[in-house]
């Protein structure tokens, strides 16, 4: 079992910067990858970015240019840096870890707790 959590969220402007930081604890094995997660207000939670073992990265449409994810492997921490933020990008940011389902799919392992992030207008 893996415990995640989610520090760095906070209120910003529009076009503004925020780094968010997951530390994580626990036995490691088997996770294939780490990602961030966002749920807005009224919305379902979705993928935000999400870092394999070996580095390579993935993001939704909505976020690319503007966010990126990276991972210390010898800290246990995992990085979200969010730049030019947009208030649509207002929500509860989750770090999550990546494990294998049934053969060729993945699910979630565990979730932190979540840490807001509101940008403002």
């Known amino acids: 079992q893996v415990q995640l959590v989610e520090s760095g969220g906070g209120l910003v402007q529009a076009g503004g910067s925020l780094r968010l930081s997951c530390a994580a604890s626990?036995?490691?094995?088997?996770?294939?990858?780490m990602a961030w997660y966002r749920q807005a207000p009224g919305k379902q939670r979705e993928l935000v970015a999400g870092?394999?073992?070996?580095?390579?990265?993935n993001y939704a449409d909505s976020v690319k240019g503007r966010f990126t994810i990276s991972r210390d492997n010898a800290r246990n921490m995992v990085y979200l840096q969010m730049s030019s933020l947009k208030p649509e990008d207002t929500a509860i940011y989750y770090c999550?870890?990546?494990?294998?389902?049934?053969?060729?799919?993945?699910?979630?392992?565990?979730w932190g707790q979540g840490t807001q992030v509101t940008v403002s207008s």
């Open positions: 999550a870890t990546i494990v294998p389902d049934q053969p060729g799919t993945f699910r979630v392992g565990s």
């Open positions: 870092i394999a073992r070996d580095g390579n990265t």
């Open positions: 626990g036995t490691f094995f088997g996770i294939n990858a």
